[in-house]
């Protein structure tokens, strides 16, 4: 799917993150697993994690984003028409963790829904929430993109669990006069499906003893086939997308790509031909946080004061499913 703006404009009018207090380095992952700072370094770029305590779910390290989105925003929970969760990682299968984030923050009468995109989740939901605020839905809609991988990973397997992290990302998208998204381009292609996998706890294969004991409720991923997809992708997502908006890498002021591994960064960066500091990377100190990634990274140099009006911001995202997806938009003042 590929498509320009239309309709009514729509922008981020605030922006908020937050990861959990919990540091994991390197070297304490050494100690766990047959692995070393210097391996996880140089073939991913990763230093540091942050990982939810026992008693943290979702909401909870959602929450705090949220509630600073809000504030950004000048708004209070009761305005939202809408709240859209991108996750692998709800608080339970269902309800939807929307719906209990919506509660928590006084949304009472808002719709609410999660979003089962892998890492590229947070562009789904922009695109999403676009769709209702453009086509006159909604006025205001809570997006949040968050992920705690670290409930998911099989601790003992070094092949996954030095890759990823916990955090989470909140947008207040609400109209404006100008400026704001310019177009999305989003794909997906489940033949790959299965190079990126929780297998069980759905309704292929429910959670037996037998399941526990073989390790399948633990995200499988087969990463040398997962790095060929995101390099190709992250390319060809972005540069469908300009096209289709009419610009080039050239127009692009802030690259904010999914924070995978800083190779698959370095490759993008290097064929799109967008200059190194124009791209906003924080994997270094939080891993792959999946749907919690570009919003993390989005706020990261917002706090910078690397955004101001005018800006063209280019976000693109990858993950399971296998599923890709970009958003581009013109900073607006509003924007926190
Ligand atoms: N420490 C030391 N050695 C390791 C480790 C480790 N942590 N992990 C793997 N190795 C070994 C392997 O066993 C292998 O050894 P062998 O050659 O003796 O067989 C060797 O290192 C190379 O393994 P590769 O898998 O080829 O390593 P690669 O360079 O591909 O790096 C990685 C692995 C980091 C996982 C990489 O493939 C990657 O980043 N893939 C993409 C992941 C990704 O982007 N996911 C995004 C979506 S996530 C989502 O949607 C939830």
Redesign the pocket.
Known sequence: MIGSANGYRVSISGLGAHVPDRVLTNEELARM????DE??RT??GIRERRIAGPEEALTDVSLPAARTALERAGISGSQLDFVIVAT?TPDMTFPATAALLADALGASDAGAYDLSA??TGFVYALAQAYGMLAGGLCRTVLVVGGDL?SRIIDWSD??TC??FGDGAGAVVLQRVDSGGFLGFELGADGAGGRD?CVPAGGSRLPVTPEVLAAGQQYLQ?N??E??KF?TRVLVSSAEKLLEQCGMTVDDVDVYVPHQ??VR?IDHAVEKLGIPRERVVVNVDRYG?T?SGSIPLALAEAVGEGRLTKGDIVLMTG???GLTWGSGLMEWTEEAA
């Open positions: 697993v047959d692995t070393s391996w996880i073939r991913t692998v892998g890492c991988l070094r092949s030095v890759v990126l991923m990463g040398r997962v790095f995101a995978a591994n698959i792959n999946s990858m993950g399971a």
